[in-house]
Structure formats: C-alpha cells, structure tokens
C-alpha cells in the first residue's frame, strides 16, 4: 500500500512535459502509388456508345418492375436506368456502334413498346461484357 501511495504522490508532482510534434515522412514509393492511383481514377473510362431504351416513365415502381421482368427474362444483356426529373429511363446494352443497337432494339421491339436507340456513355467494361 506504502509503494503504491509514494508512486501516486510521485506522479502527481512530476511535471508533464510539453506535447512533442510528430513529423511523418511517407516513403516515395508509397507517395508514387498514391498519385498513379490518382490518375488512373481521374482517368474517364466512359466513350460514346448506344444503348436501347425500353421505358420512359414518372413511376418509379413501374421501371423497378420492369426491370426485374428484363432482367429475369435477359440476364446476359446489361441493363440500367438514370432519372433525369420527372423521368426515368430504363435502358439496355451498351454497343460501340448503332447497327449493332438495332438489332436488340429489333428484337426487343415484339415485347416492349416504344423501344428506341439512344445515344449515350457506355463504360468499356460494359461494351466487353456485351460481347
């Protein structure tokens, strides 16, 4: 008990040294990873593509199911929507070119009305999944 009062009372009296400042050197390879994955990032991936648009609605539970019929119906085939107010837009595939938009628009003409080639960004990585 006698040990542990005299290190509490020496504690106490010490006085607490002044905060030191810490100065961080980040390695240059770390430095050089950081501002290529910056880069890459910044990079737009996106081109000038097309895609086939199957509705056009101000309902949203009208495309979300739409989208699940799409989608259980043509699993291979990319499918998206933007909402660009009051609409959205349910939209199908992503191709470099418009002839080969035409055909699924084609095909998907028999079952959706209204379908429609439109003119937008694709990633590469949907024009590779797409082929």
Do not use: C
Not at 11 to 16: E, Q
């Amino acid at each position: 008990m006698r040990i542990l009062f005299s290190l509490l009372v020496l504690l106490t009296t010490v006085p607490v040294s002044a905060q030191r400042m810490l100065a961080v050197t980040p390695d240059p390879d770390v430095n050089r990873v950081l501002d290529l994955f910056a880069r890459v990032s910044e990079r737009e991936d996106k081109i000038d593509g097309w895609r086939v648009q199957l509705l056009a609605t101000t309902d949203r539970q009208q495309l979300e199911k739409t989208e699940r019929e799409f989608k259980a119906n043509y699993p291979s085939i990319i499918i998206d929507w933007v909402h660009n107010k009051p609409y959205y837009k349910l939209r199908a595939g992503a191709f470099f070119t418009r002839q080969e938009a035409e055909r699924l628009r084609q095909r998907l003409s028999t079952e959706y009305e209204g379908v429609y080639l439109v003119k937008a960004e694709v990633e590469e990585r949907e024009l590779l999944e797409m082929y």
